[in-house]
């Protein structure tokens, strides 16, 4: 897929990979991290809705595909290094499978035995992915 | 070093890594995304300030080091997978070592021949790393 000259100059990881960050443009809530190689940052920017390359699964993919929880793309931002997207999103229902606005929805909490809950649920995931 | 059980939880990557966003506490911008091994995690949560651990230098850093530009933890969550973290830190002076606030300061311009420059510069690297 075409790429332009600005993306040319990313650098993507020895798996052709490069981290991107989710935020809603919004609030700057930071909603996921999740790894994009150049047909999946390509099919981004053509498409205005994100897509994610899966290690697990080696394929792309179109977030909200399953969900209906697309992200609709506001701007692409890069670090000084150049290897690391910060993308602003319209995020469309949540971002997280398991039912959060924002995946990170945990928070460290000193000398307690567990991590804190501390997103509010927005959707039952066994509604939103039945099989 | 010692590690609670929480931490314990974390997924490292097989370097022994994960991906640390860090975010200004009070605005949500997105400030930088370096990685932490366990060691380094741990000295942040002991000290209070940011420590990561440069790839390319085999070692742990504190952020600020050189500059002084320390990073104050505020809060750390992390996501549904427990493979990213999310660092809510007070910044002092300025994240990134090309003189912004944020390391993210460049936005893709559709049609333009390079990134756009949509940070502003708060300090001069020469004058702040110099040798």
Known sequence: MHMDKQLEGLKFDSN??????????????VLMM?????DSLAKTIETGQT?????????????GESSGHVQNVKSIAT???????????????AAC???YYSCFYRQHASGAADWKIVGKKIFDPAQVYKK
Do not use: Y
């Not at 000084?80 to 469309?92: A, G, P, S, W, Y």
């Open 97 to 99: 499978h398991d039912g």
């Open 34 to 38: 999740a790894w994009m190689n150049r």
């Open 51 to 63: 897509h994610f390359f899966s290690r697990s699964r080696n394929k792309l993919w179109l977030k």
């Open 79 to 93: 670090d000084c290094d150049k290897d690391v997207l910060l993308i602003d999103v319209e995020q469309i229902g």
């Open 16 to 29: 052709g990979l490069i981290p991107a960050i989710i935020q809603d443009a919004g609030t700057h809530q």
